[in-house]
């Protein structure tokens, strides 16, 4: 949610987050906030969802916030707990999926490092909902 405090945003994450999508073969996103520096997303994958093989424009972090996942970088893989957080540079190929033994949906928040100033919070997400500021 937008605060009356000049540069502060907040968003409640779990409200915020993607809500699992079993129908699709790809995790569930949703745009969390869009501001300067930082574009943050959230992908909630239900068992047998993969993002497969891609790269970030800007270095990225991941944070895991519920359940586990599996991220593979050149050849290892970690285990993503509630918890764990992480930094990739930009231009390194990846992937994340669901654990082969998931039984419940997991959610990771991405934080594209943009960099970009523009002087105003753009989206963020609030009760569930994306609202332009």
């Known amino acids: 949610m937008s605060t009356d405090i000049e540069g502060l945003t907040t968003v409640n994450l779990p409200e915020a987050s993607a809500v699992p999508d079993t129908d699709r073969k790809l995790p569930a996103t949703r745009r969390i906030l869009k501001a300067d520096g930082v574009d943050m997303i959230s992908f909630t994958f239900s068992p047998d969802q993969v993002l497969g093989d891609h790269s970030a424009p800007y ?7 519920n359940g586990e996942v599996d991220f593979s970088v050149e050849g290892t893989t970690l285990r993503m ?19 082969p033994e998931a039984t419940e949906p997991a959610t990771i928040l991405v934080s594209l490092l943009t960099g970009e100033r523009g002087g105003t919070v753009n989206q963020v997400v609030t009760g569930g909902n994306p609202v332009s500021a």
């Open 81 to 99: 707990e509630a918890g764990m957080l992480l930094h990739l540079e930009e231009g390194i190929p990846h992937h994340v999926q669901a654990t």
């Open 59 to 65: 270095p990225i972090t991941v944070q895991c916030l």
